[in-house]
């Protein structure tokens, strides 16, 4: 049994706000914030003396993979349609 016009929209529609969710600015700003939360709330826990610093090391390591892993996907596909 196929998929009939009106069930292909749909999911076509779920992929398309899927995916822009992915790429948003609004959840790279929300995995930032909750990952720092995070991190500060375990350096009080190991009783950091500078947590809210030392919770920005690996916050920057994570905001730059973000732009770095978005350039060698840009040119994984470049090179993926030339061998196509």
């Known amino acids: 049994m196929g998929l009939n016009f009106l069930q292909i929209n749909k999911r076509n529609h779920k992929v398309d706000l899927d995916k822009k969710w992915e790429t948003s600015n609004f959840r790279k700003l929300l995995v930032l914030i909750t990952t720092y939360f ?47």
């Open 38 to 84: 995070l991190a500060s709330l375990t350096m009080f826990a190991i009783v950091d003396s500078k947590p809210f610093v030392s919770s920005l090391i690996p916050k920057l390591g994570y905001f730059l993979s973000m732009f770095s892993f978005g350039f060698i996907k840009s040119i994984w596909i470049k090179n993926l349609q030339k061998m196509n």
